[in-house]
Every structure is written in structure tokens, then in C-alpha cells.
């Protein structure tokens, strides 16, 4: 080896050492610690986006999230999945941390594609402007009064300003049904035996049958939130869970099957399979056949048989 190359080969060795060095020092100054520390504070949440004006507020009370304009209870999984996402997010290297990087990644005060606002109360905890999607599951994040831009893992979709996307949809549910009832026609749970009453009629009732109809109001599940129907042509069906009585009203507006539940004071959009199920209730069909009924129509079979067996 020439002097000249046993120079240059020191040379880059003590650049490489001096390089590791550096990075090794400002590694220490990095610490990763969570990047909303007060997130567990929060109990308002004040979504937006640069697509619409509307602002969408969530707000916890008695520690249930509810859609503030409203009061409906939001989707337990899908506010819990946001606050997890948040929680993991913390601080590390930023992707840049300059003005111009602003705009380049969308997280501006006045260019953003989506931002969100942690309050307690009215006290504002922090407010973050979410960028640019630079991969599947990640967006850019900066906090407001901080330069740092983060590469986080969040979802687009997670942050809607759409209310339909936050309402539980299983709001309308009953968890148990003891009783149905549709004009003349009732159906009555007594422990794992049920009852139906046509006209007034006492009979045993098909538990299967019986089972089936109640589990319609114990699955139930609404689209949206939908304007109140301007008419008042609907289909009420009775229900009874637990110590208290409630009210469906059902009706077609517009080729759209919606329902309400009178003890809360909004109409919802329903599936039309749905819609079928609860306003077409083939009542005659839950009895369960006699007896002498059951035997009739078994011995008829017998005889089909025999009879095809003869031929």
C-alpha cells in the first residue's frame, strides 16, 4: 500500500468514527416520550377537514363519547381505536422541522388536510394538524406551537368529520325482549316458554319462531341519522325490556325504510331487509300447531310414503 492510500484509508476511518460519534451523542438527546401527555384529560375531541366547514364534536359525559350536536352515543370500538392510535404516538426523530416543510407535507395552520383538537372543557389541550399520507396506515402530524413533523400511525378514516361514521349504530337495540306486541297481536316470554295472543287468543307460541322475532329488535342496526319524515302514516310496534316499555314507528319516505324509537327523538335509516322483517310480522305463524294437528300431519306423511312405496 502507497503512503498516499495508507493517508486516505486513515483518514476515512477517522471520518467514519467521528460520524458514528455524532450520531451517537444526538441519539442521547433524542428521548421518546408520548406526544399528547394529556390526552387522558380530554373530553372533547373537535374534528375538521379542508373538504368541509362543518366541524364535528365529540364529547365524553359520564364517561360515555356522545356526538355533542345530538347527544347519540358514538361507536364505543371506533372512539376507543382513535384514542389508542393517539396514546401510541410519541416523540422520536422528526421528518423536518421547517417552514417550507409545512406546506410540503400539509400540515400548516392554514393548509392541512385534517385537524383535531383535544379540549377539557373549553380549555384547549392541544390542537394537530394531520398532513399527507406518505404510506398505507401513516400521516404527517405537527402540533400546534411546534415545528417538529412526525410520521405517525394513523388512519384518514379514523378521523371523519362525517357523524354517520361516529354514531353506534346499535343504539335502536334491545338486549332482552320480553314482549311484542302489533295492533290485536302480542307475544309474551315467560322464562324459555313464549305465548302468543291473536285477537286475544291465547296460544302456546313456537319458541324457535318466537326467538327468532325478538332477536330482529336485539341485532338491530341503523344506517344514519336521517331529517324527520314529513308523514306520520307509520307502523308501530311494542316492546318491553327489563322494567320499561318502548315505542318503534316505521315508515317508507322516498324509497327509504326508517324507524324511530320514541324515547329517543331522532329517525334513523334502516336497512329495507330489516324494514320487512319488523313491519311485515307474520304473526299466525308464531303459534305453535296442536297437537292433534302435529299427529294429523305425520300420519298423512306415513301414508304418503306408503303409498309411493306401493306404486
Known amino acids: ?44 375531541l373537535e374534528l375538521s377537514s379542508k373538504d368541509s366547514d362543518a366541524v364535528l364534536q365529540l364529547q365524553k359525559q359520564d364517561n360515555t363519547w356522545r356526538l355533542a350536536d345530538t347527544t347519540l352515543p358514538v361507536s364505543q370500538s371506533k372512539i376507543d381505536n382513535l384514542l389508542r392510535d393517539l396514546t401510541a404516538v410519541k416523540t422520536g426523530w422528526p421528518v423536518a422541522q421547517s417552514s ?16 383535531l383538537a383535544l379540549k377539557r372543557g373549553d380549555t384547549e389541550l392541544a390542537t394537530l394538524y394531520l398532513g399527507d399520507s406518505p404510506a398505507f396506515r401513516q400521516l404527517y402530524l405537527r402540533k400546534d406551537g411546534d415545528d417538529a413533523i412526525y410520521k405517525v400511525a394513523l388512519n384518514r378514516f379514523e378521523l371523519s368529520t362525517d357523524e354517520s361514521a361516529w354514531l353506534d349504530k346499535q343504539l ?28 286475544g287468543e291465547s296460544q302456546v307460541a313456537d ?3 318466537a326467538r327468532d ?34 315505542t318503534y314507528q316505521l315508515l317508507k319516505q322516498d ?16 336497512s329495507q331487509y330489516q324494514y320487512d322483517e319488523l313491519q311485515q310480522i307474520n304473526w299466525t305463524a308464531l303459534a305453535k300447531p296442536a297437537e292433534s294437528e302435529v299427529t294429523v300431519t ?6 304418503t310414503e306408503a303409498s309411493d312405496s306401493g306404486e
Open 255 to 270: 324509497d327509504k325504510a326508517l324507524i324511530r324509537r320514541t324515547d329517543i327523538d331522532y329517525w334513523f335509516e334502516l
Open 172 to 199: 335502536l337495540r334491545l338486549p332482552m325482549v320480553e314482549s311484542l306486541s302489533q295492533g290485536d297481536n302480542r307475544l309474551l316470554r315467560d322464562g324459555a316458554n313464549w305465548t302468543v295472543q291473536l285477537a
Open 100 to 115: 417550507a416543510a409545512q406546506s410540503r407535507f400539509s400540515v400548516r395552520a392554514d393548509k392541512f388536510e385534517q385537524k
Open 213 to 246: 322475532l325478538a332477536a330482529k329488535l336485539s341485532s338491530l342496526t341503523v344506517l344514519k341519522r336521517v331529517a324527520a319524515p314529513l308523514s306520520s302514516d307509520f307502523t308501530e310496534l311494542h316492546a318491553s325490556s327489563g322494567s320499561r316499555d318502548y
Open 1 to 44: 500500500m502507497t503512503p498516499l492510500m495508507r493517508n486516505l484509508t486513515v483518514l476515512l476511518i477517522a471520518q467514519l468514527l467521528l460520524a458514528l460519534w455524532l450520531f451517537s451523542s444526538n441519539s442521547d438527546d433524542i428521548v421518546s416520550e408520548p406526544l399528547f401527555p394529556q390526552l387522558s384529560q380530554a373530553d372533547v
Open 207 to 209: 319458541a324457535d319462531a
Open 298 to 303: 305425520a300420519e298423512n306423511a306415513t301414508e
